[in-house]
């Protein structure tokens, strides 16, 4: 699967709507889209945004080649003027989205999109496959880091990955959730996350037996041995023979064996007979790795077991976040121009959860001044500003009566502007700058919002004003 | 993410082995590498495979470039010997996969690979990656495809796809296993699978009232006009607004109405409502389309409540396989060079499903010779024939006493070599052959076998000789 770049990654009615816009002269209208998700996946307390740096790269290679249009005219359902609008294409768009590694919670713009109708809804698809995939994979991997408490977690997945780029990116993305690292050799060479990895079980059949496989590889790794030790028999063979190659071809050398890996049986049981093992043989450096079918869940529970694991290798659970593998995020409407005037719109449901909230928005976060504790999420319409000095009220969007005076706090705006008119204005950072960044606000949520079952709903409200256009707009569309 | 070949997407420890067995002086014996899986998605009675065409791009694009060679030197963990072989580095395996299409079981050989150890353990990532993938779509789709009945079935998953190539490769594979089209624009230019798309919701909202837009599309497209009728309120305005449309703009001009789209709501409810509004206008003509969280249980749900929907379109239910999103193959070392032979490996486990088969292997399925009926497959040692004019005992692997004598057969080797000592020799089919010929074998297929629930399992069993071969290396490996 080779490619030169992504415009085509549309589903096809965002280019039957185009020619139309264009047809029916609302192309150039000015129009206001917004990402943003229903409901959390596997039920938990809030997302973690990430994509971005793969959104940005797609708006700045946003072209359509002579073969697209080539391909499109023989659709014989397209003009010839609309054609050429593509070939000139020129994205001129003002867009925002959250950083890289922010919580975010239902119901609030994610990513904004404003500019000709015609472009703002072209992007929708990649907009949404884009985040969607890596706010999914960054969601589970912090829900496995946290399980894991400090351990290391190795992200293993990319062979049971929904094909090549959500093992590239799914790496990533679970890097910026708190993964350590990866399995997956490009995205080191691409990102800079750490690679782990020493043997299969192969290495170990390839050899007459499992000590002289442990022996070749500690003679070729001699300072990184890890030896994966249940090829034929955890603690009658593959940990004896692990020990026996710390003693006599490691330590010979002054090295120290590095760990061993557990991946089948009972994880609980072996690992705890296994770190006996070792430690009787003066080998209490030596770490315990496990990886067969690790999620949050069992993690937590080989916690709870007093497992004496070190290190978890965590495959297609987190690359495809098994439990729960879809991130439902959509890209709706909000306001499109009329009489020279952005004017909001709304879309109604049957399902209450699926109405929007119209208008063009901004999005504020609410911390404590003395603990920086998030308070509240604050989404307002675009322009309107907090005064930090005094106490603010935030009340339940539907159940009004429930409210909360918000006193000693400090806010932040939490959509960052990426592209001004089509001119990318994104500031790069570095992967591991994304990840404590994810890792610091996360830890600024109340624990209550951090627990994996029925976490406490974190208060995301609507400002006066768009709670008044909200209410007026249901209103008049709904008899 | 622009890339010009996916050499690097590899685990990190096939590169570890890789350098580990050139310096232990290994890399070059013969070894033969087996994939299979051990369940089926969602507990179904067969599997379908896909992704080989993306196998056989890769294995011929395998390469390591400058900056790959560059970047392995800077970890200090290889020797220039091993950064000088992959320089040079030139695949010479011979590989043997089932044609796409193919209806597969647990335990089977669907790929193989033999030749030199260091590479036929290399390229395990991307075997496993490319073909887990695309099989686990196109058994997905099969199973929406079937469930659907012949209506057409619509792929629309993009946005909620796992990033790029789940959507685009997602595409393909899905059509390999039943369904007709794609939204996926990029997948029609690749591989030539029809597109469907036509309108958003905020179609309907860029135009001052939802009359307005669809007459706006109407005119656009008269002859391609399917409108989407949940914007506001389905039967109240929506399926109205459609049939004035259909009288007041497109009869006019000679056109039809071609459809409408639920995507929310009660479907079965709406579908009926709306299908009697139509026909009393006259519309029999006039296709109703959904597309709200469906799969093949909702699909079948809706066709028992006597829905009237023709098509369905199929999103992230599909592209992520929601219910069962991971296809569990893995890829195994079964035979390698002693003394100038290939001597069979076996890997034990404390699970018995984990246990694998050893020795380089073939693999028949028995057909009916009258009713062209799949009657059993069955795995051989390579190079085993089959007496097509005798009677075949086929046994239990487990439970021998349980026995089937076959009579009146053909067979059919499944495993068809697509690489010879590196040379690429797979026939490159179209897609729809590829579709027509998993659609023609599924049907030969017990019905009992193509039950959702509890469907029969299928004979998998093993060649006499095989089976003995197996039972002498369990029987040396336990204690």
Known sequence: MIRDNLTMLTDFYEITMANGFLEQGVGEKEAVFDMFFRNIPDGGGFAIMAGVAQLVDYLKNLKFTDNDIEYLRNKNLFSEKFLEYLRTFKFSCDVWALEEGTPMFPGEPIVTVKGPAIQAQFVETMVLVTINHQSLIATKSNRIARAAEGRTVAEFGSRRAQSYDAAILGARAAYIGGAHGTACTISEQLFGIQTYGTMAHSWVQ???????????YAETYPDSCLVLVDTYNVLKSGVPNAIKVAKEVLEPMGKRLKGIRLDSGDIAYLSKKARKMLDQAGLKDCIIMASNSLDEYIIRDLMLQNAKIDAFGVGERLITAKSSPVFGGVYKLVAVEENGELAPRIKISENIEKVTTPGFKSLYRFYDKDTNAALADLVTLHGETIDENAPYTIFHPVYNWKKTKLTNFYV????????????CIYEEKSLDEIRDYCLKEVSTLWEEVLRFENPHTYYVDLSKDLWNLKSQLLDKYTY
Chains 1, 2 share one sequence.
């Open 206 to 216: 390839m050899f007459n037996d499992e000590y002289s496989a442990f022996k070749a």
């Open 412 to 423: 932040k705006p939490l959509l960052k502007k990426i592209f001004d008119k089509g001119v």
